[in-house]
């Protein structure tokens, strides 16, 4: 698929809606089997709320970014200098019908190539999320530890950038 099939681009406000769309969407086909659908929809509603996204966009050290095809949102990434020289991602997740197309590579890779004093990024994903897990070790992290927040368990990992 061309690259210019799905344009990734920084956020801009109205996007805040689409982007809610994107991740309550993932999150339910993620996450239904392992929490619930109720608990899905109440996490989603806390974390993913147009408000919480609106604010998210256009922070410093921080990336906000969309991929869009046809007019309609089909990935999202947000990453933020969590320390110097550390690049934490918060989330990167691309709509069922999209995966496995190159969309969540091309995030992954335009949020780095955005922070290039970044020389190690770290994230979290939940131990439960196969794809998730094995996307992230596709494309070079290993675990570095575990935790829990709200309940879920997850897995620590990262990778040198430079």
Do not use: C
Request: hydrophobic share 40%.
């Amino acid at each position: 698929m061309d690259n210019a099939d799905f344009p990734i681009r920084p956020a801009i406000p109205p996007d805040a809606e689409g982007t809610r769309r994107v991740l309550v969407e993932t999150w339910h086909d993620t996450y239904d089997p392992l929490l619930g659908t109720e608990n899905v929809a109440e996490i989603t509603g806390q974390w993913h709320s147009v408000e919480v996204l609106s604010q998210q966009i256009g922070l410093p050290d921080a990336s906000f970014l969309v991929a869009g095809h046809s007019g309609r949102l089909i990935g999202h990434a947000f990453a933020r200098m969590s320390q110097p020289g550390v690049l934490f991602l918060s989330r990167l997740y691309v709509r069922p019908s999209w995966q496995r197309r190159g969309v969540g590579t091309r995030m992954l890779g335009a949020v780095v190539e955005r922070h290039p004093e970044a020389a190690r990024m770290r994230l979290n994903v939940e131990s439960e999320n196969g794809k998730g897990v094995a996307f992230y070790r596709r494309h070079g992290f290993a675990v570095a530890g575990e935790r829990t927040e709200e309940g879920l368990r997850s897995l620590q990992m990262e990778k040198l950038l430079r």
